[in-house]
């Protein structure tokens, strides 16, 4: 949802309206690989803090312990999810997240996709808003398919929505489950002392 919100100031006695469009945005979070912050439960818990400096986290999900997807001779993933209400232009954001995984450690250089990472963040779902450029699609070409990412998604935003249909995020994660039964108990939440 593109909201406006404004920042009053006076000049010269004239009330003036600073007006951003802020938008929220659901970012997934996932690691199975130790960074220079520690386990991966310290490295999401330092990324969900650096999101902050984005704008403001509005909502974090529980930790989810998630069955590797694709490529399975790998340590489980550990997969979360923030809500995030930002100024920022999606282009934008996705550099920053880019960023903020490559501080973690996060290295490109292997080219195995799906393979083992310190650090992954992906931007799922903008309420209101698809994009479809160069770089970056939102929602996140896979989501409908990923019970990782839907199933921390659904614990902090059930009811948004995909801008093309109108599902909710609820229905795509109940259609996924009907399809693969399995999926289920692919994703467990966890609780952990470090998030
Ligand atoms: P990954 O290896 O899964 O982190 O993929 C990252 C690449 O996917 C980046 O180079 C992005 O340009 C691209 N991408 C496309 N859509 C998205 C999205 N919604 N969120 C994050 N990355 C995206």
Redesign the pocket.
């Known amino acids: 949802m593109l909201a406006e919100t404004g920042a009053g100031f006076t000049s010269g006695g004239a009330a003036h309206l600073l007006l951003k469009a802020m938008r929220v945005v659901y970012i997934g979070l996932g690691a199975n690989l130790a960074s220079s912050a520690g386990p991966p439960e310290a490295t999401l818990a330092c990324a969900a803090e650096r999101l902050g400096a984005l704008g403001r986290v509005a909502a974090r999900s529980r930790l989810y312990s998630t069955a590797p997807v694709g490529f399975a001779d790998q340590p489980r993933f550990l997969n979360a999810a923030v809500k995030l209400e930002t100024a920022l232009e999606p282009g934008a954001l996705?550099d920053a997240?880019?960023g903020i995984e490559a501080g973690f450690g996060r290295d490109?250089s292997g080219g195995l996709k799906n393979g083992p990472r310190t650090l992954?963040?992906?931007?799922?779902l903008i309420e209101g808003e698809a994009v479809d450029e160069p770089?970056?699609?939102?929602p996140?070409?896979r989501l409908a398919e990923r019970a990782f990412a839907l199933a921390p998604l659904c614990e902090i935003g059930a009811g948004a929505r995909d801008p093309a249909s109108g599902a909710t995020m609820t229905e795509w994660l109940e259609r996924l489950f009907a399809e693969r039964p399995e999926e289920r108990g692919a994703v467990v939440g966890i609780e952990s002392n470090l998030w």
Do not use: E
């Open positions: 996705l997240l880019m490109r992954d963040l992906d931007i799922l770089g970056l699609v939102v996140h070409p």
